[in-house]
């Protein structure tokens, strides 16, 4: 299961909290150093990120991250079971129409793992990596080196479409820093329909998910993020 480590949202929660600073360009080039302030001015929109894609299952355009697009990830399971697991990081763009008209968005730090899990009766269950793979059509013999793979994601960059599971996750830092995550809180609010335990379900509203989420243990309002939670088998 590809699931969302604290690093990889500590990134995004930092990504969304910078405010976005102006390009300086134009006011250096002025040669002018007066400062001119509008007091009138209305505040500057802010507040948490509001998802665009709404969850379900989407075709992506598929691309490998910038940095770090190939890694293996070293972690214990719960069980105590060590994993070194070849991952690829990539983004999904997703072609949408809202009330403005159509427009993509690109869903960021998407991880797919390639550590082979096994089910409750023992059968190995396909990777995320191999799911990915059999979403964007890449066919490989059984066995490959990871080299082959690596060149068969990289040619397919920028190039080929999968279909992937949309869902909507946010983390609260907050209950992370005050130490309120325990067995019962994971910190976690996602739209899946099947969420791990001591994760929040996302809260709806009229049948439908609400943009804005707060945290249920603490009431902190939270970045709500896309992700691709799971591939699916592209359309013939
Ligand atoms: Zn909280």
């Not at 355009?61 to 991952?87: C, M, N, Q, S």
């Not at 730090?109 to 409750?120: C, E, I, L, P, S």
């Not at 009229?206 to 945290?215: D, P, S």
Request: aromatic share 8%; charged share 30%; proline share 7%.
């Amino acid at each position: 299961m590809a699931t969302l480590d604290e690093s990889t949202l500590d990134t995004m929660n930092n990504l969304t909290d910078k405010p976005a600073l102006d390009d300086p360009t134009p006011n250096m080039l002025n040669g002018d150093d007066t400062i001119d302030v509008d007091y009138d001015a209305p505040e500057r929109a802010s507040g948490p990120y509001v998802p665009q894609v709404y969850p379900g299952v989407y075709p992506f355009l598929f691309a490998l991250e910038d940095d770090t697009p190939f890694e293996v990830r070293e972690y214990d399971t719960k069980k105590g079971e060590h994993i070194r697991e070849f991952t690829v990081n990539h983004k999904a763009t997703i072609s949408i129409t809202d009330a403005a008209g159509p427009k993509e968005v690109t869903i960021r730090f998407n991880r797919a793992g390639f550590h082979q899990w096994t089910d409750k009766n023992g059968n190995k269950l396909n990777s995320q990596g191999g799911e990915l793979l059999r979403s964007l059509n890449i066919k490989l013999p059984p066995r490959t080196p990871q080299a082959q793979v690596k060149q068969a994601l990289q040619e397919s960059d920028s190039r080929v479409m999968g279909r992937g599971v949309v869902n909507w996750e946010a983390y609260c830092k907050a209950c992370k820093e005050d130490n309120r995550l325990d067995a019962t809180w994971s910190g976690i609010v996602s739209t899946k329909p099947r969420t791990k335990k001591g994760d929040a379900r996302w809260p709806k509203e009229h049948g439908r998910y609400v943009t804005e989420v707060k945290c249920p243990k603490c009431g902190a309002e939270l970045n709500g993020r896309e992700r691709i939670t799971d591939y699916r088998l592209p359309q013939e």
